[in-house]
């Protein structure tokens, strides 16, 4: 039984972990289409609300008005995205990276536009919360 | 069913309380995993998904894989080692895997032994180390599994601080890994000297893991 629970648990979830990478990556991708279409309310619409929540605060005007003021990558593809636990990463094939937290909705963008630093430290974001 | 339920009630009691404690730590795990989640800010999950997740399997794996270590080494290291006094320990003159004859294998067989201890070859090789590497696989087995979750467990929260995710092979060389592998190691290594040792001195009255009240503190290898 042992076995069986550790083949579950070590071979059994990266078999699933494939549908929720290609769903997390759908979400980046939609997510800077819509910002390539200057569509505010649906870029939004990808964001955690948390996320949203705290852009809304810091640039003092509505979601769909703050996230196109970003200096944020637009249009383009992903090219690799990964899952763990409730975790996700995005990487577009042009450059810039996207964090994602799955819930009860599925997956929302929770930071973006992000550029690596210095090995083993943060991204730095364009949009975090 | 009255007999079966008596002459097993050890295997059932224990079966019964491993489940209650799986489920109880399966609620607990996923109330402690949902407040960690609102005090960052990220979204909740249901207890379905959490039973599912790396989170949960680390945590379960992390347990098991040293337990199995604890019996497999016991039953190994109690084939050479001695403790004086104590009933796991067996008689201070029979270290080691002893002869045939002693362990009623091959021309030594009984009528009712096991087949395979009646054969000689690779087949008794087997059978008379059968429990060590059964106990052996499940330990390595967790162990791997431990490892997978973990390093699931470990990236999610690397990408909870927007840091890159890791491999397996960086995860097992991460202090993350080590430190939750040896916190259980040693409370095992602790539990297994500690039953050796005060064995020696303390009695439990009608349990074989004892002697039996009266023995001598220094019989050695009696069980009550």
Redesign the interface.
């Known amino acids: 039984m042992?076995?069986l629970?550790?083949?579950l648990?070590?071979l059994?979830?990266p078999a699933c972990a494939a549908d929720r990478e290609r769903d997390a990556a759908a979400v980046a991708a939609r997510f800077h289409a819509a910002l390539e279409a200057r569509d505010g309310e649906a870029a939004c619409s990808e964001l955690?609300p948390?996320t949203a929540s705290k852009l809304e605060q810091q640039e003092k005007k509505p979601c769909e008005d703050a996230v196109l003021a970003l200096e944020l990558p637009t249009g383009g593809t992903i090219a690799d995205a990964?899952v763990?636990?409730?975790?996700?990463?995005a990487q577009r094939a042009e450059g810039g990276t996207d964090?994602l937290?799955?819930?009860?909705d599925g997956w929302?963008i929770?930071?973006a536009g992000?550029e690596?630093t210095a090995p083993?430290?943060?991204?730095d974001?364009e949009l975090?919360? | 069913m009255r007999r079966f339920l008596k002459e097993n009630s050890l295997s059932i009691v224990f079966l019964a309380l491993f489940l209650a404690a799986l489920v109880g730590q399966a609620i607990a795990g996923h109330a402690d995993f949902n407040d960690n989640a609102v005090s960052h800010g990220d979204p909740t999950i249901s207890l379905g998904r959490y039973v599912v997740s790396s989170d949960f399997g680390a945590a379960v794996m992390e347990n098991w894989q040293s337990e199995y270590l604890q019996f497999t080494l016991f039953i190994l290291l109690t084939v050479w080692l001695l403790q004086r006094g104590s009933p796991e320990s067996k008689e201070l003159d029979k270290a080691g895997r002893e002869s045939d004859q002693s362990q009623k294998v091959g021309p030594y067989a009984q009528q009712n032994s096991p087949r395979w201890a009646k054969l000689g070859g690779i087949r008794r090789t087997l059978y008379e180390n059968s429990l060590v590497l059964v106990m052996g696989t499940f330990w390595l087995g967790t162990w791997l599994a431990q490892s997978v979750t973990g390093t699931a467990q470990y990236n999610a929260e690397q990408l909870d601080h927007q840091q890159d995710p890791v491999g397996w092979s960086h995860y097992i060389t991460t202090a993350d890994f080590w430190e939750s592998t040896l916190q259980n190691w040693q409370s095992e290594f602790l539990a297994v000297g500690s039953m050796a040792i005060l064995a020696v001195y303390l009695r439990q009255r009608g349990s074989p893991e004892s002697k039996p009240v009266g023995a001598p503190h220094g019989a050695t290898g009696v069980e009550g």
């Open positions: 042992p076995v629970c550790a083949c648990f070590a059994g979830l955690n948390e990964r763990y636990v409730t975790s996700a990463f964090f937290d799955e819930g009860p929302r929770s930071a992000c690596p083993s430290q943060p991204y974001c975090e919360n």
